[in-house]
């Protein structure tokens, strides 16, 4: 597949809403999916950078982080996409406009995510707990 990553535009709106709610469906297995809304990515990614992963030209998955603390709030992938090599695409095209240390919180519940950030050469900093669960700070030097 060749993937190619550019940056985020309104008109990516539309598709990356039906990512992130389908690809949360999917993954987020401990979470009430009834409680997922299309809205929740404009909501998540409010005030963020945001690149996007296309495949001939249509997205197919996003990164969103917070610049000014260096800190990856969302990485995405359309689950019919998912292990081809997007996700590692845009965190490393990420990694090129971020500070270091880049930080980023995973669920520890989440164990496909954690393992793939790790894999990736991100360690674990600290544990933590927060409302939606048991959940890791993951740094990147």
């Not at 299309?38 to 030209?57: C, G, M, S």
């Amino acid at each position: 597949m060749s993937f190619k990553i550019r940056n985020y535009t309104n008109e990516d709106a539309p598709e990356l809403r039906r990512i992130f709610l389908e690809a949360r469906q999917k993954a987020f297995l401990w979470a009430d999916s009834a409680e997922f809304d299309l809205a929740d990515f404009d909501l998540v990614t409010r005030d963020e950078t945001i690149l996007v992963a296309t495949e001939n030209e249509s997205p197919i998955g996003f990164i969103a982080w917070w610049p000014p603390e260096n800190f990856i709030h969302s990485l995405f992938i359309d689950p019919s996409f998912a292990g081809k090599g997007a996700g590692k695409l845009l965190l490393n095209a990420c990694l090129l406009e971020l500070g270091r240390p880049a930080r980023l919180k995973c669920l520890q519940a989440n164990v496909h995510a954690c393992a793939f950030y790790t894999a990736q050469g991100w360690e674990i900093a600290r544990a933590g707990e927060s409302e939606e669960g048991d959940y890791y700070v993951l740094t990147f030097y």
